[in-house]
T-cell receptor, first 118, second 110 residues
Framework: DARVTQTPRHKVTEMGQEVTMRCQPI?????VFWYRQTMMQGLELLAY????????DSGMPKDRFSAEMPDATLATLKIQPSEPRDSAVYFC????????????????FGEGSRLTVL | GEDVEQSLFLSVREGDSSVINCTYT??????LYWYKQEPGAGLQLLTY?????DMKQDQRLTVLLNKKDKHLSLRIADTQTGDSAIYFC??????????FGKGNQVVVIP
């Protein structure tokens, strides 16, 4: 069945290392979101793509984070250099536009990538 | 972004009803959603309500929407141990983004 796939599921790294998280959205979905979840902040929107174009990355620390969609089947979130405060669960979600083809704007989430930066 | 407020924790006995509340800010939201997150998993859509509705019933779930007070609630009837999870409400806003609350942890006591 169709689902959003994220890799890696778990990542432990040392401060200063580069981290790349990958996401395969559901085929046919034209919106992709990256969220970060922590106990303190809850779910924070980091970046948002529509038809592979970045529409909003205002929630992302620009100096170290970057998000791209090299093609319709792959979205990446990169952190370079990583810091301990980046430790969180990173979720990718995809969806179709509300109202388009009867969709309700709901998002489908991957299982998340749990990042620990030591 | 928009601001969605939720209380943090609820414990309920198996078989009882549980009610989770949420307030939102964007009165122009077209849809409002309830998502469920089980431990170690992503969020899954439980149910949604269109903004021109006051109530929606879906098996054991009842969603109530008070547009005047911008208040959304989710009632789970006959709560079961499998309902233990974190529940997020979300509202749609500009460019089809969703703003999520901080979530409400529900613990079902057998």
């Amino acid at each position: 069945d169709a689902r959003v796939t994220q890799t890696p599921r778990h990542k432990v790294t040392e401060m200063g290392q580069e981290v790349t998280m990958r996401c395969q959205p559901i085929l046919g979905h034209n919106t992709v979101f990256w969220y970060r979840q922590t106990m303190m902040q809850g779910l924070e929107l980091l970046a948002y793509f529509r038809n592979r174009a970045p529409l909003d990355d205002s929630g992302m620390p620009k100096d170290r984070f970057s998000a791209e969609m090299p093609d319709a089947t792959l979205a990446t979130l990169k952190i370079q250099p990583s810091e301990p405060r980046d430790s969180a669960v990173y979720f990718c979600a995809s969806g179709g536009l509300a109202g388009a083809g009867g969709t309700t704007g709901e998002l489908f989430f991957g299982e998340g990538s749990r990042l620990t930066v030591l | 972004g928009e601001d969605v407020e939720q209380s943090l924790f609820l414990s309920v006995r198996e078989g009882d009803s549980s009610v989770i509340n949420c307030t939102y800010t964007d009165s122009s939201s077209t849809y409002l959603y309830w998502y469920k997150q089980e431990p170690g998993a992503g969020l899954q859509l439980l149910t949604y309500i269109f903004s021109n509705m006051d109530m929606k019933q879906d098996q054991r779930l009842t969603v109530l929407l008070n547009k005047k007070d911008k208040h959304l609630s989710l009632r789970i009837a006959d709560t079961q141990t499998g309902d233990s999870a974190i529940y997020f409400c979300a509202e749609s806003w500009g460019n089809n983004r969703l703003a999520f609350g901080k979530g409400n942890q529900v613990v079902v006591i057998p």
